[in-house]
Structures are given as structure tokens and as C-alpha cells.
């Protein structure tokens, strides 16, 4: 039961009749006629009980993107019901209208439209939707919360696809697919040309040349259906905001940004999520649509509040492939937890595949490090240069082991990935 505000404002109204003319059974009078009112107007109200309520709810949508959820409230009673509903969505979901008025005659259903603006990436869910149901009066009111569950999950945005045509465009180039061949890409023939000044001398077919009495060089096509492994680091250190953002999505955005361009040039994708156990998976021979799969299985991905356990990634990548691969690391830079997990199990991974460290770095860093005016600042800019100093020193470390190292501010970190990419390619080191 509920207390509407007209009640309260007739209660206020008889408190200040029975000041004015003071008297025990006038006070008693007054609030017996308001019980009395409420209680008809509850009993003449519709039962929330004869309600039914049904959910659509979109399968998924893009972070920052609008959603619909379509509530269908049946009467199944024998009373017309007169009230309010609100849809319990999370915080996060942005419910802009989640409380609503409703009106429905016995026997009849109405349909009602949830528009959400999701806040976060994830699985949103709500359970319940509560209804008050008023009497004609509108002095009280039943209540009552009706099980309704309903899942909505909310897929990264993926920002960093507007930079996918220029890089496949770069691929096809490469690839021989566009009118420029770049020299020296890969390792399988493809086809002769004349000798232009700046060609590799290494290229020169000189059989063609004595049959032409021209100079004739190879032009090669970069090796196809290569294996890409893309490692996405879920502990602890992928929870720090950078930019206004936790650096695991940034993550997700690189690794997206990866996986589409690799697909693109005919390589295999496969794409592991970890801290301690294998949290998601995405096989490259997955049936269906490549983006879809990796979108769907990162959704529901969050920062564990727990070390790395970087032992794992040998047996992981070995259980992916068998073969020399791309393996790409996305992790933090942290020296501690690289020195301690990733260091000791690197030499594995690089005895067989190519090897990628691809991390965040915090612009915030350079501009600390540039203010020295006050005490504190200078206390701060020493902070700063001190921990610029440990990235610059891991990263040389990691590359004196053969690894290549981007380390790249969030919005330049997937792009640059992507460019290191296309430059292995190219010297067909892939």
C-alpha cells in the first residue's frame, strides 16, 4: 500500500481544521473519515497481482549506442488499473524513462517503450518491474514488484574502426591487390618487372634479364593464412583508468583494430582473454562472422582483481597453434609484474614465434613531468620522469630479448599496433 500525496494534503488540511476548532471528537472525526476514504479507494484500485509482463529486449547493442526495451503490461483482472510503473534497470543502463503512467482496461494489454543510453560495456541486467496501482480518488495506492528478468549486453564500441579502410588499403597494396606493388613484401613469388632505380639488387632475376637484355626483377606477394594469437591481459593492472578509460578496453580496441585487419589480409585470428585462467576464446575456425564472435565474447570481459599468471600463455598459444605465429600481447608495462610473470616465460615464446608487447601509456606522464613551478609539482615531475625512465628501460629490455615493444598513448595504441603489423608483413618476417 501507498500514501498518495493528495492524502497527505487532505491530512494537513484536517490538522489545521481541528487547530482552528479544537475538540477531541472533531479530531477523531477527521481522521476516522480518512481512513475510511483510503481504505474505499484502496479497495476500489486495480490488483498489480492481475498483471502480467512481458520483455523485449535487443540481443546486444554498441556501447554509447540507444537502446528499446518493449514492455507488454496484460490486465488479467477484472478491473481497469490505473497507476505507474518503473522498470528497474541498473544505473549504468541510462534508463531515460523508467518510470511511466499507465492506464489498462480489464482483459486488455498495453505496450510500453524503455529507452536506454548504456554507460558502461557488459552485461546490464534488471529483474523486476514495480507497479502502483491508485484508486479513482487517488489517496492510496497497491504496490507491487512483478518478476521480470531481462539481459542486456552492451558490445565495446570499437572507435578505432575508422582507422581499418586506410590499413587494409595498405594490406591490399602490399598484397598486390591495388595498382602499387611494394617491393620486397614477403617471400612467395609473384611476378617480374622492370628494374627501376632503388630496387633490393637481391631482386634481380638475371636469367629473365639475359633472355630480355633487360633488367628484370622479382616482385613478391606477402605469405597468406599466417597465424595471428592475440593475448588480452585481464588482471589487476588492465583496472587503471588512462585517459578517462580502464586500460583493458583500450586493449580491446587495439585487439579489434588487429584481428579485422589481419582477417582482412587472409591471415588466422585467434584471440585468448586471461589473468589466471583462460577467461574468453575466440577460435579463427569459428563459423560465422569474425567481428560478431569477438565483440560477443569481450563484452562481459572485467578487470580481475588478481596478479597474471603468464605461465599459462606458452600452453595457451601451443593449444592454438603449432605453428610459427604472430603472438600479440596486450599487457601493462608495470615493472614489476612484467619482471616477475612475463620476462621468465618470454624466452618460450620467442624460441618459435614472432612476439608483440603492446601496452598503454598514460599521456598524463609527459605533462606531470613538464611542470616544475611549485614544490609539489617538482616532487610530482620526479614521480613522473622516474616511472617514464622504468617504461623506457623495460621496453628496452624486452626488445634486447627480440620482442617488439608498442608502447603508445590510448588513442595511438591501436593504430600503431596495426602499423607494426603491416611493417612484419612487409619484411615478411611473419
Excluded: C
Excluded at 505496450?111 to 480518488?137: A, C, D, H, I, Y
Excluded at 614472432?354 to 616532487?379: C, Y
Amino acid at each position: 500500500m501507498a500514501i498518495s500525496g493528495r492524502l497527505v494534503f487532505l491530512a494537513a488540511a484536517g490538522t489545521a481544521a481541528v487547530l482552528l476548532f479544537p475538540g477531541t471528537a472533531a479530531i477523531w472525526l477527521w481522521l476516522l473519515f480518512l481512513l475510511a476514504a483510503a481504505a474505499a479507494d484502496l479497495l476500489a484500485a486495480g490488483s498489480p497481482r492481475a498483471l502480467a509482463v512481458e520483455r523485449t529486449v535487443p540481443a546486444a547493442v554498441r556501447l554509447t549506442e540507444p537502446a528499446t526495451v518493449l514492455l507488454t503490461v496484460r490486465n488479467e483482472g477484472s478491473r481497469s488499473l490505473r497507476g505507474s510503473f518503473r522498470d528497474g534497470w541498473q544505473p549504468s543502463a541510462g534508463a531515460r524513462n523508467p518510470v511511466q503512467r499507465l492506464r489498462i482496461p480489464a482483459g486488455e494489454a498495453r505496450r510500453f517503450e524503455v529507452s536506454l543510453l548504456p554507460g558502461r560495456r557488459g552485461e546490464l541486467r534488471s529483474g523486476f518491474v514495480t507497479v502502483r496501482s491508485f484508486g479513482p480518488l487517488g489517496l492510496a495506492a497497491r504496490q507491487r514488484t512483478l518478476q521480470s528478468p531481462a539481459v542486456l549486453r552492451v558490445l565495446p564500441p570499437f572507435h578505432a574502426k575508422r582507422h581499418l579502410p586506410s590499413k587494409l588499403r595498405r594490406l591490399r597494396e602490399l598484397d598486390g591487390n591495388a595498382s602499387v606493388q611494394l617491393r620486397g613484401a614477403g617471400t612467395e613469388f609473384d611476378s617480374l618487372r622492370d628494374y627501376v632505380r632503388g630496387d633490393d639488387v637481391r631482386s634481380i632475376d638475371w636469367r629473365a634479364t639475359a633472355r630480355r637484355r633487360d633488367t628484370v626483377v622479382r616482385t613478391w606477394r606477402p605469405e597468406r593464412d599466417r597465424r595471428v594469437v592475440l593475448l588480452l591481459d585481464t588482471s589487476r593492472t588492465s583496472a587503471a583508468r588512462i585517459a578517462d578509460e580502464p586500460r583493458l578496453d583500450t586493449g580491446i580496441e587495439a585487439v579489434l583494430l588487429l584481428a579485422m585487419l589481419a582477417h582482412g589480409g587472409a591471415d588466422r585470428v585467434d584471440f585468448l582473454a586471461f589473468d589466471r585462467r583462460i577467461r574468453a576464446r575466440v577460435q579463427s575456425g569459428s563459423k560465422g562472422n569474425l567481428l560478431n564472435h569477438l565483440v560477443t565474447a569481450m563484452a562481459p570481459l572485467e578487470a580481475e582483481l588478481i596478479e597474471a599468471d603468464f605461465t599459462l600463455v606458452p600452453g595457451a598459444v601451443r593449444s592454438v597453434s603449432t605453428r610459427r605465429s604472430l603472438v600479440v600481447l596486450v599487457t601493462a608495462l608495470d615493472s614489476g609484474a612484467v619482471e616477475e610473470g612475463l620476462l621468465p616465460v618470454l624466452p618460450q615464446l620467442l624460441e618459435k614465434h614472432v612476439v608483440v608487447i603492446a601496452s598503454v601509456r598514460d599521456p598524463e606522464l609527459e605533462q606531470l613531468r613538464r611542470q616544475r613551478e611549485t614544490a609539489t609539482e617538482t616532487f610530482r615531475a620526479a614521480a613522473a620522469e622516474r616511472a617514464l625512465l622504468d617504461r623506457a628501460a623495460m621496453t628496452a629490455q624486452l626488445r634486447a630479448m627480440g620482442a617488439e615493444v608498442v608502447d603508445e598513448t590510448p588513442h595511438e595504441l591501436p593504430p600503431k599496433l596495426a602499423d607494426l603489423y603491416i611493417r612484419l608483413k612487409a619484411s615478411g618476417r611473419l
